[in-house]
C-alpha cells in the first residue's frame, strides 16, 4: 500500500531554511492525479496546512506562509519536498506529508526544532 | 480564508453512548469536509471525506453528514479505542484549513 515517510534535519537554527523531503512508496507521484501536500503541528497544538503540489508541478501555499514557502517536486525520485525560510522558534513543530486534499495517507511526521 | 468552529472543546463520554461532534464554517464550503482521528504520538487519520463518505477501513460506526456551512461527525457507540482528537478540515479554492479539534474522553 502507499507509504509516505518524512526525512531531514531535526535542528535547525533561527533565520536559516528548514528543508524536508517525503518519499513515496507503493505507487508514483507521477502516475495519480492526487495532489501531495505539507501539513504541520506544534507541540500541543492543532493542525496547519502548509501548501500542496501536483506532479505537473502546480503549486498552492497555505496564504499566511506563502513569502517562506517552496513546494517541489522530483518524479524521478518519487519524492517531494519542502522549503520554509527565514525560520523562528514559531516554526518548531511536527511536519507532516500527505497525499491529496482530504489526505490519506499521511507519513508518520518528523518533529522540527528551530533553535540556536 | 474559511474559518472551522467545532464543538464541543471536549467530550467526555461513557462506553456505548453515541458521539455528536459538530464542524461549522464561516462560508459555505459545499461538501468539501474531511474528518479525522488523531491519538498522542500519531498521524492523523482519515476517517471521512466529502463529508459523509466513510474512508477505507472505517468502522460503520463512524459516520459524516451535513453540507454548506454545517457538518457533523457521528460515533454510534463509543468503544475505548476511540479516545482522540478529532478534526474537521476544509478543502474550498485550493487552499485548506482545519478546525481546532475536539478531544473525545471514554469514561
Known amino acids: 500500500q502507499l507509504q509516505l515517510q518524512e526525512s531531514g534535519p531535526g535542528l535547525v537554527k533561527p533565520s536559516e531554511t528548514l528543508s524536508l523531503t517525503c518519499t513515496v512508496s507503493?505507487?508514483?507521484?507521477?502516475?495519480?492525479?492526487?495532489?501531495w501536500g505539507w501539513i504541520r503541528q506544534p507541540p500541543g497544538k492543532g493542525l496547519e496546512w502548509i501548501g500542496s503540489?501536483?506532479?505537473?508541478?502546480?503549486?498552492y501555499y497555505n496564504p499566511s506562509l506563502k513569502s517562506r514557502v517552496t513546494i517541489s517536486v522530483d518524479t524521478s525520485k518519487n519524492q517531494f519536498s519542502l522549503k520554509l525560510s527565514s525560520v523562528t522558534a514559531a516554526d518548531t513543530a511536527v511536519y507532516y506529508c500527505?497525499?491529496?486534499?482530504?489526505?490519506?495517507?499521511w507519513g508518520q511526521g518528523t518533529l522540527v526544532t528551530v533553535s540556536s | 480564508e474559511v474559518v472551522l468552529t467545532q464543538s464541543p472543546a471536549t467530550l467526555s463520554l461513557s462506553l456505548g453512548e453515541r458521539a455528536t461532534l459538530s464542524c461549522r464554517a464561516s462560508?459555505?464550503?459545499?461538501?468539501?469536509l474531511a474528518w479525522y482521528q488523531q491519538k498522542p504520538g500519531q498521524a492523523p487519520r482519515l476517517l471521512v471525506y466529502?463529508?459523509?463518505s466513510r474512508a477505507t477501513g472505517i468502522p460503520a460506526r463512524f459516520s459524516g453528514s451535513g453540507s454548506g456551512t454545517d457538518f457533523t461527525l457521528t460515533i454510534s457507540s463509543v468503544e475505548p479505542e476511540d479516545s482522540a482528537v478529532y478534526y474537521c478540515?476544509?478543502?474550498?479554492?485550493?487552499?485548506?484549513?482545519f478546525g481546532q479539534g475536539t478531544r473525545l474522553e471514554i469514561k
Open positions: 500527505g497525499r491529496g486534499f482530504s489526505i490519506d495517507p
Open positions: 462560508q459555505s464550503i459545499s461538501s468539501y
Open positions: 507503493g505507487g508514483s507521484i507521477g502516475s495519480s492525479d492526487y495532489s
Open positions: 478540515q476544509q478543502r474550498n479554492n485550493w487552499s485548506i484549513t
Open positions: 503540489i501536483y506532479y505537473s508541478g502546480s503549486t
Open positions: 466529502d463529508a459523509s
